[in-house]
């Protein structure tokens, strides 16, 4: 399992991180050593919004193609990267049948970049009426599952659909020791809803 | 109101960012654009607990005695600087009444700098056992106040306590605000624990 983050000056931290930390328990927590995390982009250091906070990317413009799953968060720098043809061409490189993640005004990426037509889709409340523009249909959710893509509604959504990730590509049992390590109560409709 | 975040080799990058989220948001949501924030340390850049994530040290090695508020998040890291003294001395420096706040295991570093004698704290469950050492009676609360020392539990427990003290600063009202534009749900008894 091949795991890329996709991450570019503006985007929000937490939802970054809330979606990372869980998964990297996986590896910490010693359930899968080997799953692979990359953080791509197309510049060598980004800053989220802020501009205080700088990640380093690890893998700089390379095609997305070999990864099974590509996870995009959200944040203030989206609407910039929504007319950058270089960035959405970078994304158009990912494999199709991959499963495309996002977080909060992430979905707004995959959107432009042709991948949400006729799915629904989770994302910031603020931003409902941005993503009928892509064929979508937008769900009131925490998390939404439509085939391949699946999406989370804002910010702290991404730590819900960092363990749901968890929960799908290993099992719930997983997902679970995850959440007590990190003390996080999922919803109450959270595993009824999803699994 | 100068706030210092300090980071080291090994923080959980979740610790730290679910709380400088909601503080950044009180700037970046025009509530008090003149917040001052600082993510302060001893090197120039430190790599998380994973080791893939990197953040920038905007303060390297100042005092931290000019700051009202300093944050300390936990991580593996911590374990190491417990016997650090050159670090311990660095987290000496704060003024003794400014708001001394942790996520997690960061609470093990204000009580081997000495200030959690005789008070109440919240910390990361699996560290109850360790507190005791520094003289202070160990909770099992989301978020503990005890006079100038804010103490949160686990990982995800820096979300609550970020919005508290958005809460401490500012007022509710801001606080609920940012918890909405974050899509966060304050547990039930929040407010009637805290205020």
């Not at 910490?28 to 050593?33: E, I, P, V």
Request: proline share 2%; with cysteine; charged share 25%.
């Amino acid at each position: 399992m091949k795991i890329a983050f996709v991450i570019y000056d503006g985007v929000t931290a937490l939802d970054f991180i809330g979606v990372y930390d869980s998964l990297s328990r996986v590896k910490s927590m010693s359930f899968d050593k080997d799953l692979f995390i990359d953080i791509c982009g197309l510049e060598h250091t980004i800053k989220d919004s802020t501009g205080k906070i700088a990640f380093n990317i690890e893998k700089v413009g390379y095609s997305l193609k070999n990864y099974d799953m590509v996870i995009i968060p959200g944040g203030l720098g989206i609407r910039r990267l929504m007319n950058d043809e270089h960035f959405i061409s970078y994304i158009k490189t990912v494999n199709p049948e991959a499963q495309l993640v996002s977080v909060c005004s992430g979905s707004l990426l995959l959107g432009v970049a042709g991948f949400l037509k006729n799915k629904k889709v989770a994302a910031n409340k603020k931003i409902f009426s941005c993503m009928t523009d892509y064929g979508c249909e937008v769900v009131d959710k925490r998390v939404m599952v439509d085939g391949n893509v699946i999406t989370a509604e804002g910010v702290t959504a991404g730590i819900d659909l960092g363990l749901f990730l968890c929960g799908i590509l290993y099992n719930k049992d997983i997902m679970y020791k995850i959440a007590t390590q990190m003390e996080y109560q999922l919803p109450e409709n959270f595993e009824s809803e999803l699994f």
